[in-house]
């Protein structure tokens, strides 16, 4: 199975450090690269990170994932809880599926408690920062070494 894992980012994680810093933090999109890159490194994993304003693009990079990965990590922020077309991408993908989110989306507005990528994702990590990327790719990578026996 291929070590590598894309590394989804959804709308407005562009802002992350500058919008409601009281929610999501002080650190940026750029710190949580740099963090999944060194962790990834370590975990011998290959890291392909994007980010996007537009479901299409997020759309593509999950079409061309089941092409080349082992298995996806996405904060689809906003369209957490609106993509059905991020859903039915996810569908059509044969590896493991981290859903990360940096705010525990339970303990806030009602319409954040649904989301749509939960139906297809493996594993759900809430409410831990930015370092939930982290545990997030600990855990593929697990998976990635379990497919292997």
Request: hydrophobic content about 40%; overall charge neutral; glycine content about 6%.
């Amino acid at each position: 199975m291929s070590r590598i894992v894309f590394v989804l980012n959804g709308p407005n994680l562009n802002l992350l450090g500058k919008r409601q810093p009281d929610i999501y933090g002080h650190e940026t999109l750029a710190d949580v690269e740099r963090e999944c890159r060194a962790l990834a490194k370590k975990l011998k994993l290959e890291i392909r990170f994007h980010q996007s304003n537009r479901e299409y693009e997020i759309i593509d990079w999950i079409h061309a994932a089941r092409e080349e990965a082992g298995g996806i990590v996405i904060n689809p922020a906003a369209f957490t809880h609106t993509s059905v077309a991020i859903l039915d991408a996810l569908h059509a993908c044969d590896f493991p599926v981290i859903e990360v989110h940096i705010s525990n989306v339970h303990r806030r507005e009602p319409f954040r408690h649904h989301s749509y990528v939960s139906m297809r994702a493996d594993g759900v990590i809430a409410g831990f920062g930015t370092q939930g990327y982290g545990f997030a790719l600990e855990r593929l990578a697990r998976l990635i070494d379990e497919k292997k026996v």
